[in-house]
Structures are given as structure tokens and as C-alpha cells.
T-cell receptor
Framework: GQSLEQPSEVTAVEGAIVQINCTYQ??????LSWYQQHDGGAPTFLSY??LDGLEETGRFSSFLSRSDSYGYLLLQELQMKDSASYFC???????????WGAGTKLIIKP | ETGVTQSPTHLIKTRGQQVTLRCSSQ?????VSWYQQALGQGPQFIFQ???????GRGNFPPRFSGLQFPNYSSELNVNALELDDSALYLC?????????????FGPGTRLTVL
């Protein structure tokens, strides 16, 4: 079957760096996306990795290793507003279905 | 540029009823995807419409159906509502098929089935 795993909760300190991991089991992998969702809000797109390597967008970076079926989201210079849930999502096959992880709740302490 | 809008924002129905949720896609986007999100869980892909055709469907029964109109707005219809259908329903639009492209989400419709 197709599944994604990510930690349910991560705690970090304001100004620090945090990494949120995502592992997947699949066949026919096409790409890994990351979304942020604040409580009561809609998901917003952060990044997409279609090929191995690191993608950087400001304070956020995302990494993919297809051989390890693994990716991560790296958040630097954490701010209180980064407190949210972070979801990895994978397109697995030519059906264009996007499978989402259960989400990682990021708690930031001052 | 107008973002993705959904209506209604909240809805209460009883078991067995039918419901229609609406979504207006962002200008220039030809693809709409629908998701169901239960509290504390990730969005579950229902289906995707690309240029008025269904293109991809998740593990949802046939009583979940949809439409996409020529202006790329979309409807999600759910028949024979069950208690487990209570959730936040999100639509997302994109330029091209989801999974390869950034999706822009609407604020969602909170459906409660009693």
C-alpha cells in the first residue's frame, strides 16, 4: 500500500532550527510537497521536490532522497508565527492522487 | 487576483440527507481538487477535476460525486450522508494537475452530520 509517516509533534525554541521528517512507502513515486496549516486555517503550499536534493525558499528548505524514500522540511530562525501543523504530501502514481501524511504539530517556545 | 472561495462556510445536516458544496477556483487555474479533513488528521484526497473531467479519485464511495464547470468552478455532492461524513471539506485549485503543482486552498466548509 501507500503510506507516509511523520512525527506527530515537534517542539523547538524561538530562533532555533527544526527538521521535520517524512518517510513514505510506495511504488510509482512522482514528487513530495510540504504544506503548512495554522489552527482553523487552510493549508498553504511551502515547497515541492520532484528530484533528489535540497530546495531552499527563504527560511524554509526541503530535501528529498528517492533512494531512501525520505524527505524533510527544515525551518530556520524559528518565529512564533511558525507554530502550526506541517504536512508532507506525495503524488504516488499517474492517477495524480495526492496522499497526505497525518501532520506534524510544531510547538515553538519563547 | 481573487483567491479560492468556498460556500457555505458551515453546514448542519442530518443522516440520509444530501449536500452540495461549492468552490470557485483562483483566476487562471484549471484544476480543482477536493479533500476531506477530519479533526487532527491530514486531508484525504476525494477527487480532482481537470478541464471539467474527473482525473483521479481517492478511496471514497460513489455517493461522493462532483462537477467542474466551464469557468472551472466546482461542486462536491454527497448523498445519503453518514455521521462519519462530518469533517472540514477543502477545495484547492491549481494551474495543472495536483501533485506537480502548487495548490491554493479555500477556507473550507465545515459539515456536521447529526
Amino acid at each position: 500500500g501507500q503510506s507516509l509517516e511523520q512525527p506527530s509533534e515537534v517542539t523547538a525554541v524561538e530562533g532555533a532550527i527544526v527538521q521535520i521528517n517524512c518517510t513514505y512507502q510506495t511504488s510509482g513515486f512522482y514528487g513530495l510537497s510540504w504544506y503548512q496549516q495554522h489552527d482553523g486555517g487552510a493549508p498553504t503550499f511551502l515547497s515541492y521536490n520532484g528530484l533528489d536534493g535540497l530546495e531552499e525558499t527563504g527560511r524554509f528548505s526541503s530535501f528529498l532522497s528517492r533512494s531512501d524514500s525520505y524527505g524533510y522540511l527544515l525551518l530556520q530562525e524559528l518565529q512564533m508565527k511558525d507554530s502550526a501543523s506541517y504536512f508532507c504530501a506525495v503524488r504516488f502514481d499517474s492517477n495524480y492522487q495526492l496522499i497526505w501524511g497525518a501532520g506534524t504539530k510544531l510547538i515553538i517556545k519563547p | 487576483e481573487t483567491g479560492v472561495t468556498q460556500s457555505p462556510t458551515h453546514l448542519i445536516k442530518t443522516r440520509g440527507q444530501q449536500v452540495t458544496l461549492r468552490c470557485s477556483s483562483q483566476s487562471g487555474h484549471n484544476t480543482v481538487s477536493w479533500y476531506q479533513q477530519a479533526l487532527g488528521q491530514g486531508p484525504q484526497f476525494i477527487f480532482q477535476y481537470y478541464r471539467e473531467e474527473e482525473n483521479g479519485r481517492g478511496n471514497f464511495p460513489p455517493r461522493f460525486s462532483g462537477l467542474q464547470f466551464p469557468n472551472y468552478s466546482s461542486e462536491l455532492n454527497v448523498n445519503a450522508l453518514e455521521l462519519d461524513d462530518s469533517a472540514l471539506y477543502l477545495c484547492a485549485s491549481s494551474k495543472g494537475l495536483a501533485g506537480d503543482n502548487e495548490q491554493f486552498f479555500g477556507p473550507g466548509t465545515r459539515l456536521t452530520v447529526l
